[in-house]
């Protein structure tokens, strides 16, 4: 789903009150504390991670999952062990209500993304 918004503050309150909205923000959350210096904005109408005006990702609501894009997942996680059992595109992980955001393997892989995005790493298909 695309919200037609133009601050993250916007996106937020433009999202319904579901486990879609709670898992976002919970996601938001582990994300800027991973990577306090984080400038958080809108493109691409989705909620947008740059660090020193690099993008590191986008997370969105949709209308059956929370997706979180990364440019190109493999760049992160070469061997696919990170995000085994996730839902996944080449640059997009899916998150569904039962999927955990809290599990050692996506905080490794979180992890990994805030770290090469501080080093500018382009993570892009």
């Known amino acids: 789903m695309q919200y037609d918004v133009n601050t993250p503050e916007h996106y937020v309150a433009a999202l319904e009150d579901d486990w879609r909205k709670e898992k976002l923000l919970l996601l938001q959350q582990k994300i800027l504390e991973m990577a306090p210096e984080t400038e958080l904005s809108i493109n691409y109408k989705m909620l947008c991670f740059k660090i020193n005006d690099i993008v590191m990702c986008h997370l969105n609501a949709q209308k059956n999952t929370v997706s979180l894009y990364v440019g190109n997942i493999s760049k992160v996680d ?16 899916r998150l569904s209500k039962t999927k955990s955001i809290t599990n050692e393997n996506f905080t490794s ?17």
């Open 109 to 125: 892989f979180l992890t990994k993304m805030v770290t090469m995005g501080r080093s500018g790493i382009d993570l892009s298909c």
């Open 78 to 93: 070469p061997t696919g062990q990170l995000l085994k059992g996730y839902n996944l595109g080449k640059g997009c992980i």
